[in-house]
Every structure is written in C-alpha cells, then in structure tokens.
C-alpha cells in the first residue's frame, strides 16, 4: 500500500488554464510534506515544504496548501515553462530522516 | 554553487560487473542518500547516511553497498551488477530534519544501464 499518492498521473492544460494537483498520505506523523519540480534528465528541484495543516506556500504561479490527509499544488495561468513532473514527498516522524516519494503527476502545458 | 555532484552521469555495465557512484556534496549536510528512479515506481531508497561513518538501509538496499568514510562523500557500490539494476541513480543531501531545515537537494543522476 503506497504511503504517497499523487494524481493525476498525467496532466495536459492549454496556457493560462489553471488545475490543481493532488497528493495524499497516510503516513501517521507527519514531520514535513515537500513538493519538488523534477525536469526530464535532471534531479528534482525542492519547491516548497509545508509542516501543518492550514499551511499555504506560494512561488510564483504554485501555491501549496496542506490538510490533514493531503495536500494540493494549485497552478493558476499556467505557462509551457511550467511543464514538468511534479513529486509530492512525506517525512514522518516514525521513519527516520528519508524522504518518502510518490509517483509524480507529469504535467504538459501547450500554448 | 555545485551543491550535490554524482559521478558518472551515465555507464552501461555487463551483468556481473562491479562499479561505484560517487557522491560528493559542498553544503556541510549531515545527512545523504541515494535513490532509485524507474518509470511507473517514483523513487525509493537505497541507503542512507545521516554522519560520517554511519549508513543505513533503506526501502529497497539488495544488491547494493555504501560507504561513507567523509562527510562530503557517499559512494554507493554495485558487487555484481543484474539487469534488474538498471535505472537512474539520484544522490541527496540535507540538513537534520529535526533543524527546521530538512529540504533535500539532489543530484543531477547517473543513468546506468546493466546489459
């Protein structure tokens, strides 16, 4: 049973139409959920970390937010730049100091 | 600002050949890891080290040794290398989560291929 699920898999959005992504967890104590951008052929770059439920973190078009089960990254008016995967990771206060990844939404924007 | 630099970024090996990855980090993290990426799995852990001299296993450690003798370095060897090994190797590194500051900055990937 995976800890971190992401969804969509995949995401196809026309420029300046705005979507969320979903990444859920299950984990029992959770320490930190960290958002990366990961670019084909390239490691993934950290985006934002969120701690608490209520918590919103914004760079740019992405926002992050956090409940108790879940968070989203919301893309408002999205660019082609912005095509990428995007990895939702779970620290858990049991687990140790390892990250733990879901699978990633890949995410295409046409203009 | 090299950050998190893995060597070699690609190598094709034949099955029962031996090698080790190099991870070299210049931010004074504590903590390193390595990661396995394969499509449709998303990333999972090897191994990880959270000091010099320490190492741990991780979700997925069969087949695989570490080594880290300084705290800048973290290698990662394969024995006796299978076709199962093939896949894109990421190196990490953070700070202790318990410091507030647990981001964790990755690598740019060794793409190795066992054939």
């Known amino acids: 049973e995976d800890q971190v699920t992401q969804s969509p898999e995949a995401l196809r959005l026309q420029e300046g139409e705005s979507s969320s992504l979903n990444c859920s967890y299950t984990?029992?104590?959770?320490?930190?959920l960290f958002w990366y951008r990961q670019d084909p052929g390239k490691g993934p770059e950290f985006l934002f970390t969120l701690y608490s439920a209520g918590e919103e973190k914004e760079k740019e078009r992405l926002k992050a937010t956090l409940t108790k089960k879940e968070s989203f990254l919301h893309i408002t008016a999205p660019k082609p730049e912005d095509s990428a995967t995007y990895l939702c990771?779970?620290?858990?206060?049991?687990?140790?100091?390892?990250?733990?990844f879901g699978k990633g939404t890949t995410l295409s924007v046409s203009s | 600002n090299a950050g998190v630099t893995q060597t070699p970024k690609f190598r094709v090996l034949k099955t029962g050949q031996s090698m080790t990855l190099l991870c070299a980090q210049d931010?004074?993290?504590?903590?390193m890891y390595w990661y396995r990426q394969d499509p449709g799995m998303g990333l999972r852990l090897i191994h990880y080290s959270v000091g010099e001299g320490t190492t741990a296993k991780g979700e997925v450690p069969d087949g695989y040794n570490v080594s880290r003798l300084k705290k800048q370095n973290f290698l990662l060897g394969l024995e006796s290398a299978a076709p199962s090994q093939t896949s894109v190797y990421f190196c990490?590194?953070?700070?202790?989560?318990?410091?507030?500051?647990?981001?964790?900055?990755f690598g740019q990937g060794t793409r190795l291929t066992v054939v």
């Open positions: 990771a779970v620290q858990e206060y049991q687990a140790g100091t390892a990250l733990i």
């Open positions: 931010m004074n993290h504590e903590y």
């Open positions: 990490a590194s953070s700070y202790p989560y318990s410091s507030g500051v647990g981001k964790a900055f």
């Open positions: 984990v029992s104590g959770l320490r930190g």
